[in-house]
């Protein structure tokens, strides 16, 4: 029996939990500045037509999106003194740091040259991102075999991930993005976009080292059964396709898919509801920008009780349903003509407090699902004789930064059928076009959100089930 199946029960130190979930803070920041930031600095301060920045996004979303299953396989095959995931880990910082330092600070360059260089500046940051991101969080699995144990550190993982984000966007807010002498609006002021690019670049390289380093003495317990990288690129996609051919992954692949279209979906109106449907002010919406620290603490503090007491399918399907059936209500309230007028305080109370709890239940909800996705591992070991972390958590990322474009386009079709005007001030839009779109809206995400239950039925692994795959490989060795 080898090391790494010595105990099962392992269960690791806080310092490795806070270790291994500090580098997704340089995935939540890249992710963040792409949705949030980006199509408005490169349109709106920079001056690059808003058409060709969306067609840069999407061609480098497509290749990003292309590299997920390539890197995982090849992360999976690799054989170093450093382990599987760590060369890949190390080689990404500095790369990724530089390009997104570079790419807030653009060259004055003609539409043509701009379009290039930004093209050229995200698909690098995006395929190096991955080559952090997939190798990173496909350690899982290897930092532990204990069925508890991963959904606590996962919780870790996805604390960082919306922490490390929400910090920058409310630095952004708060700090970088206000008016000077020159630029009397602030979301124009070129500087603090440039300031931002170099703040961002240094911590998404400090968080990818600190992590990489801090986990570094853990490759001790990894697994080595399959050989290093080998064969043609046809044998590589040949064994994806045996490693995915999983009834229980299908589940999670299905799920996935609905799930991260209703995250698009959600996403894409985001700040058109808060700033036209609920008419927030500015400053209500930074201090709804930064309880979402608040929410990822208690996706930390719940995901894990969670799992233990219910089992994780249980418990991701219970979660799901008290957040889908929170997130809603708002809105619903709104329509039924029952939550005070736009611009009493009370409002903003009970909206930012409903959306902080329901997110911090589908943050403990998305922990505890990146903790089945680890259990996937074993059981495919047993059945291939292979170890493909990689590839698993490769597939399920891939879906999801694919199909939130779907959602993101249902939500520009959801524009266009309700007929929300442009360039609108907010309050003169018509009573009748917000109560379609809040219309709209609340059917349109609880259909995605109760398919992305629904397939989680189907998932098979529970706490005996993975206990059973650890004995039978623990007495292979």
Known sequence: MTAEHSDLHQELPLSARIFH??????????????AYFLLLFYSTVVGLDAAL????????????????????????????????RHPFMYASALPVAACYALLWNPPDWGSTGLFIYLLTMAVLIRTLITLFETPSSSLLPELTHDYDERTAVQSWRLFFAWSGGTALAVIMFGFL??????????????????????????????AILISALGTQKYVRYFGDEQPATRGSLQSAFREIRETLFDKNFFALFLSSIAGSVATG???????????????FSSLQIFYWTALVVVSAVLGLLIASPMATLLGKKRAVITLGILAFTIQPLPVFLRLMGVLPDNGDPNLFIIVVTINTLD????????????????????????????????????ALTFV???????????????????????????GDVGESVLWNLGATLIPSQCLLWALML???VYYRIDRQQHQANLVQLAGKQ
């Open 359 to 394: 997110l911090g239940l589908i943050i403990a909800m998305q922990a505890v699902l990146g903790s089945m996705v680890a259990d996937l591992v074993e059981q495919a070991q047993v059945t291939t004789g292979r170890r493909s972390e990689g590839v698993f958590f490769a």
């Open 265 to 279: 979906l959600t996403a894409a109106l985001a700040f058109l509801m808060l700033t036209y449907f609920w008419q």
């Open 177 to 206: 993005l206000v008016p000077t002498e020159t630029q009397p609006v602030g979301t124009l002021n070129r500087e603090g976009y440039s300031t931002y690019g170099w703040l961002a670049g240094a911590l998404i390289f400090c």
């Open 400 to 426: 999801r930064k694919t199909n939130q474009g779907i959602g993101i386009f249902i939500a520009g079709l959801m524009l266009q059928w309700v007929d929300f005007p442009e360039g609108a001030v907010p």
């Open 454 to 456: 629904w397939a989680l």
């Open 53 to 84: 920045v969306g067609s840069a996004l999407l061609i480098a979303m497509v290749l990003d999106a292309l590299s997920d299953p390539v890197i995982g396989y090849w992360s999976d095959r690799t054989r170093s003194r450093w382990g599987r």
């Open 21 to 34: 979930g500090i580098g997704a803070m340089a995935y939540g920041i890249k992710d963040n500045g792409f």
